[in-house]
């Protein structure tokens, strides 16, 4: 079965300060990971993945995420925050059996302090 | 613009109705998948098709369908509509059936049963 937590349902960082948002992962299979960001009222916006290459991904708007097979977990961080940032972030793992399905987490809602 | 369309942006309808949501996927991608997002149950796979056929079933109720069309664009249809029908749902494209790559999102129909 595969499940996806995310630790933090509400993160709230000063501007200009690192950001975390944390994933924990669960699979029966090889997975790809991804991070999505929603702003309100729009869409989900890829902001990178994984899929089996290297274990520190870089995405778009400074962000990165690290695979971590021994902890199953796929965090997100930021050196920086920006108020552009705040937004709701998603953790999803991919596996792809009979079809391809996608595995949400609840989301992490970031807010970013000026 | 994330290249995947999806009309209306927004519907009101009555408990019983019966609607049709419309997603054009992104241009040269095989796959659409449905997904309803919910305060309540956060974002929820319903169902992927590939290249007219369908490959995987998510928590699609009996009273929901869909299909995609030779051109590949693909419509859910929600029957004997309820109040907690109400959601965004996502439609969203990829270049294969495994999606190993990511998802492309279209910004949603919002959906309000009253």
């Known amino acids: 079965a595969q499940s996806v937590t995310q630790l933090d349902s509400h993160v709230s960082v000063s501007e200009g300060t690192p950001v975390l948002l944390r994933c924990n992962y669960s699979s029966s299979y090889s997975p790809s990971l991804f991070w999505y960001v929603q702003h309100p009222n729009k869409g989900l916006q890829l902001l990178l993945k994984y899929t089996s290459a290297a274990t520190l991904v870089k995405g778009i708007n400074g962000f990165e995420a690290e695979f971590k097979k021994s902890e199953t977990s796929f965090h997100l961080t930021k050196p920086s925050a920006h108020m552009s940032d705040a937004a709701e972030y998603f953790c999803?793992?991919?596996?792809?059996?009979?079809?391809?399905?996608?595995?949400f987490g609840t989301g992490t809602s970031l807010t970013v302090i000026p | 613009d994330s290249g995947v369309t999806q009309t209306p942006k927004h519907l009101i309808t009555a408990t019983g109705q019966r609607v049709t949501l419309r997603c054009s996927p992104r241009s040269g991608d095989l796959s659409v998948y449905w997904y309803q997002q919910s305060l309540d149950q956060g974002l929820q796979f319903l169902i992927q098709y590939y290249n007219g056929e369908e490959r995987a079933k998510g928590n699609i109720l009996e009273r929901f369908s869909a299909q995609q069309f030779p051109d590949l664009h693909s419509e859910l249809n929600l029957s004997s509509l309820e109040l907690g029908d109400s959601a965004l749902y996502f439609c969203a494209s990829s270049s294969s059936w495994t999606g190993s790559y990511g998802y492309t999102f279209g910004s949603g129909t919002r959906l309000t049963v009253v």
């Open positions: 999803v793992v991919s596996v792809f059996t009979s079809g391809n399905q996608f595995y």
